[in-house]
């Protein structure tokens, strides 16, 4: 049997980044406490977790001492009242994230109305929307909600740095036909776009596709449903022990990929198991 293992599969730049910033954080302060997850991956919170590192759901909650902020980055507000507070902060925020940030209070000070193509519950979405506070904003997941919105004038569109180039394109074309002026951050990082061209290109070779990652990741998820649209037998998966036996019955090809938060140690576990079922 023969596996295709993605080249890009794995932490991307801004998750590199910002675990490389926790456990450096964590050897200077000793007490360490993150402002929801570092990053969208369990085992790894669990790894930083033994290295003293609490996740604390709100900043009612952090106590006095140092804070970082997760690749997803936090609301403006949020991050006045860790400010207010006094606190050491370590700002983990992945810059293509702050980049986003920073187009959304533009765009909103100069008068359009913001709308972020994105999930409207994920923690980067919630804190892009903090941002653009001079002004109407809006959230849409696909065309579907964008043609659901009312005419505006001026619009100006960012995306979630996960979402997918066809995705965001298909918005802005609706958009094209019903506003009279258009402004477009096209804030998508250029790891996502790579990942899942090579997933795709995967996917179309193999008689299997394993993507790994977080099922609280949001990006793992939409690579595997790139993939699921492609491939039907689709498998999303965390660990290695979740991968079954009976999946590899008449496959010739095996794929895997794995999304931006998913530790290395991660992948190379699931290839051995692989290997050791496919014998």
């Known amino acids: 049997m023969e596996i295709l293992l993605a080249k890009s599969a794995g932490f991307c730049f801004g998750v590199t980044r910002a675990t490389k910033m926790a456990f450096a954080a964590s050897a ?16 790894l919170v669990a790894k930083l977790a033994e290295q003293g590192v609490e996740v ?21 507000l949020e991050m006045q009242r860790i400010v207010d507070r006094g606190l050491t902060v370590v700002d983990a925020t992945c810059p293509f994230v702050k980049k986003a940030q920073k187009d959304a209070a533009c765009l909103s000070r100069e008068g359009y109305t913001v709308v972020i193509v994105g999930e ?14 001079s002004g109407p904003v809006h959230v849409v ?3 579907r909600q964008a043609q659901a919105l009312p005419r505006f004038d001026k619009i100006g569109v960012i995306a979630q740095t996960t979402q997918s180039h066809e995705n965001l394109q298909e918005i802005v074309a609706l958009f094209l036909k019903s506003c009279t002026e258009l402004r477009v951050f096209n804030t998508i ?5 790579v990942r899942q061209d090579e997933a795709r290109e995967i996917a179309r070779q193999v008689d ?20 699921r649209d492609i491939q039907p037998q689709t498998k999303h998966i965390e660990t290695a022990d979740q991968v079954e036996s009976g ?15 998913t530790p290395r140690w991660l992948i190379d576990e699931v290839l051995a198991r692989v290997k050791v079922l496919v014998k």
């Open 189 to 193: 990082c250029d790891a996502t776009k």
């Open 247 to 261: 999946w590899f019955s008449g496959v010739e090809k095996v794929g895997l990929t794995a999304g931006a938060s």
């Open 208 to 227: 299997l596709m394993l993507v790994i990652g977080g099922f609280n990741s949001a990006n793992t998820t939409r690579l595997a449903q790139i993939c």
């Open 120 to 133: 409207a519950d994920h923690p980067e979405v919630r804190g892009i929307v903090s941002y653009a506070d």
């Open 56 to 76: 604390v759901d709100d900043v009612e909650g952090l106590p006095p001492g140092a804070v970082i902020i997760r690749s997803h980055g936090v609301s403006a």
């Open 28 to 43: 200077e302060y000793g007490r360490l406490c993150s402002l929801g997850p570092v990053i969208h991956s369990p085992q």
């Open 141 to 143: 997941a696909d065309a």
